[in-house]
């Protein structure tokens, strides 16, 4: 994992009209975000819609997603799934089809003990000579200080996706467990902060359709250069917090097609900003 670091967007899944999996927008995206020099993709995370994907779906995402990189730029491939055994095989193609790192969310749903969490992660990481970086984010669960330190200590666990507030922590995963325990900030509307603290990567939704932004604010905070980062957090945050308050990850896609990059729909539930009127009030509030 030491080797991927800087700035990974959780990329979008494009959905065409009828909500099937559209290849072509996928390439376009991978493309256009290649193209806009982010330093690798985190696929079928959250932002990708996994969980409103079945297995099958979520390896041909990852197929193609491959297969238009081209060694580009380093893959990490999210795997999460409620049973281990289903992660395993998520895992497995993972690595057949040349993804360089797995990430997983804990299992989730049932309320598993800590012990369960860990068998998870070790049977996972077990199945593959890729190396696993936990994802520590509310929607799953967080972990807290000590189940980190214990998922740490799982042979090929390298790191860690950080989506809680608590930045503290981030300083004291890398003092107390390791400054070469790779951590990625997973909230975009703290990144500068995240960066400031020791992660090495950022991993987020914003960063498809802004990358530049962020590509931008991670060099001034690894320099140094506060008063920059901070200038710069405060442009993504505008738009964080206007798409925050409407449908995020439909107003990312729509938002993509904007630059030229037509990143698709999404699944419902999700809504869509599709219909003219929409997206004519979605620009005029976004003007505003
Ligand atoms: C993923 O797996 O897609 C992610 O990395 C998601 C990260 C996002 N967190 C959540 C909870 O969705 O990018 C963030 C988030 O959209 C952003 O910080 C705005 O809150």
Known sequence: LSQITGVLPALVTPFDENEAFDEGRMRTVVDF?????????????STGEAFMMSPEERKRVLEVVMDEVKGRIPVIAHVGAISTHLSIDLARHAEKVGADALSSVPPFYWGFSQDQIVSYYTDITASTGLPMC??????????????????AQIKGVE?????????????????????????????????MSGVAFGADGIIGSFYNTIPEVFIDLFAAAKAGDIEKARALQEVGNAIIFFALARNPIAAIKRSMAWQGADAGYCRK?????????????LKAEFRA
Do not use: C, W
């Open 134 to 151: 936990v994802y520590n984010v509310p929607l799953a669960g967080l972990f807290g200080f000590d189940m980190i330190k214990r998922l």
């Open 269 to 281: 539930p999700f809504g869509n900003f599709y219909d003219a009127a929409s997206e004519e009030k």
């Open 33 to 45: 975000l290649i193209r806009r020099k982010v330093d690798g993709l985190y696929v079928t995370g």
């Open 159 to 191: 790191g860690i996706k950080y989506t809680a507030s608590t930045h503290h922590d981030i300083m004291r995963i890398k003092t107390e467990i390791g400054q070469d325990f790779v951590l990625y900030s997973g909230a975009d509307e703290m990144a």
